[in-house]
């Protein structure tokens, strides 16, 4: 613990490294995996070719990725975008499916009635299927927010990857405690971002949570009176 | 007035409408009866173009609705379904608002009005700020119907509305349509399957066997007294015990009990006297043509 005071700032340093490095690949994966889910949802035989091709880059080792991109990219072997696209590339892979199920689960009465409304098909789409695809979005972007969070430490062989850096220095040294830290600060940030989604989740799909109850659960609580919440 | 004229329509290989030629009359409720294969949603949707007929016209006081794109056509036609087909994500109010909203009037107005139309379909303004999945599958058929009736439409097309809710708050929806109907004159268009809901409502009954083919069209009257043929007769159940009744012996006072061929009572006639008063029985006076639902098979 004493390490840790005495380290306050470099951890700190990292934890915030940390955070920009692994938010950035959730928010593209995220945008990115929006209009791909979109299209693989519109268009029956892309649906398949889509989701085997990421399927196939999400097999990469991250690490062979870290040293092929620059080559692709142009980029210096250390610069930290070749990390952002890396992780970028693996969070649209995860996301992607869970986009065509989001999409995918709205229910096909609702999307006819609003047609029947007079919605048309680019206002459907933003105002009543996007939205409505909310809650599968919600799931499947919390797996990928952790994921990222704890897959950008392996970016530390390469120089970035913010906390990643205390395992490889703790292992060099060796001093576990500085590994330690880093696991538990890891963990810590991949919480905060979780809450932030649950928090965002419930500010912007205020009716996805409330359902009436059901018949037994009534039931319960009338005959329970301070018992069952 | 709508009008098909010589309307197919083909899914692939199977036709689902053939040759289907029919005057829908303003301001009437026209009830579209028939099982599932008879084309019955379809030939509805193709007024509000969710369908193309694949040859044939379709007309609304003359004008082809072909020729009118099918967004604007569909936000001043309303439309009600089986599911209610509520936004999940919008409260009722929104929902409600929903129409007017896309066509440009103010947030404001359009809630005023949605909280008018509450009242109308009875439907207390408690409920506005609720989301539809919190709401009863009646209530939120009636929301569904406030929702038809937002943009002020001349023409509310209904495909089952009340087909998944109970038969005690269906029956109250019903009379909710005719209520309406008969305060804004809308011309309505009603789908369904079940024969007496159709017998309720309509002011014509278009009775629809496979592929959209008209076995009898005329008033619930006119088909009860005279069916076409067998079908429409074991349609309408005239061929069963439920709608031949007789004047049961045990009957006393005034009134006279009547038993289905069953042997079931299902109601009482007023006899003065002990005799039957025949004549002025008015044909409008729909209050009591859906008591013979009682064995609720319809």
């Known amino acids: 613990m004493t390490w840790l005071w005495n380290n306050l700032d470099l951890v700190l340093g990292l934890t915030a490294e940390h955070a920009r490095l692994s938010a950035l690949p959730i928010l593209v994966g995220f945008a990115a995996s929006l209009p791909l889910g979109w299209v693989a949802v519109r268009v029956p035989w892309l649906r398949g070719i889509l989701l085997t091709v990421f399927n196939l880059i999400y097999t990469i080792p991250a690490l062979a990725l870290f040293v092929v991109l620059p080559g692709i990219l142009g980029t210096k072997i250390l610069d930290e975008l070749n990390v952002v696209v890396a992780l970028s590339l693996y969070a649209t892979a995860m996301m992607l499916r869970g986009t065509v199920d989001g999409f995918a689960s709205v229910s096909g009465d609702v999307l006819q009635s609003a047609t029947a409304q007079g919605y048309s098909g680019t206002s459907r789409f933003w105002k009543v299927q996007l939205p409505l695809a909310g809650p599968v979005l919600l799931a499947n972007l919390r797996v990928v927010s952790v994921s990222t969070v704890s897959l950008l430490s392996v970016a530390a062989l390469i120089g970035s990857g913010g906390l990643g850096r205390l395992f490889t220095e703790g292992y060099n040294r060796p001093f576990i405690d500085e590994i330690v830290i880093g696991i538990v600060f890891t963990v810590l940030l991949a919480l905060l971002f979780d809450a932030i989604l649950v928090i965002l989740g419930r500010l912007l799909m205020p009716w996805s949570r409330r359902r009436p109850a059901s018949p037994r659960a009534s039931f319960l609580r009338s005959i329970l009176p301070g018992r069952v919440a | ?298």
């Open chain 2, 1 to 298: 007035m709508i009008e098909f004229t010589d309307v197919t329509k083909t899914f692939g290989d199977s036709y689902a409408v053939e040759h289907f030629s029919l005057q829908i009359p303003a301001r009437q409720v026209t009830v579209l009866v028939g099982s599932s294969g008879s084309g019955k949603t379809t030939l509805l949707r193709m007024i509000n173009r969710m369908v193309d007929p694949s040859s044939g016209t379709v007309e609304i006081d003359g004008e082809d609705v072909a020729a009118v794109a099918p967004v604007a056509l569909r936000r001043r036609i309303g439309y009600v379904m089986q599911s209610s087909g509520l936004l999940p994500h919008r409260r009722v109010v929104d929902n409600i608002a929903t129409v007017p909203r896309l066509t440009g009037v103010a947030k404001e107005k359009a809630r005023a009005r949605a909280l008018e139309l509450m009242d109308v379909v009875g439907l207390d303004r408690s409920f506005a700020l609720r989301f539809p999945g919190e709401l009863s599958g009646g209530q939120q058929q009636r929301v569904g119907v406030a929702r038809a009736l937002a943009a002020g439409p001349n023409i509310l097309l209904m495909d089952e509305p009340f087909g998944a809710v109970d038969p005690i708050v269906r029956a109250d929806l019903q009379q909710e349509v005719l209520r309406i109907q008969a305060e804004t004159e809308t011309t309505i268009v009603f789908v369904t399957h079940d024969i007496d809901e159709a017998f309720l409502l309509g002011d014509q009954v278009v009775i629809l066997a496979e592929r959209g083919r008209i076995v009898q069209q005329g008033t619930p009257e006119e088909i009860l007294a005279n069916p076409a043929d067998d079908f429409v007769a074991s349609f309408v159940g005239s061929d069963r015990g439920k709608r031949r009744l007789t004047v049961s012996a045990s009957g006393s006072g005034d009134d006279q009990v009547l038993v289905d061929a069953g042997g079931y009572p299902v109601g009482v006639i007023a006899a003065p006297g002990g005799k039957l008063a025949i004549g002025n029985a008015s044909p409008k006076s729909r209050s009591v043509s859906n008591k013979t639902d009682q064995a609720g098979d319809a």
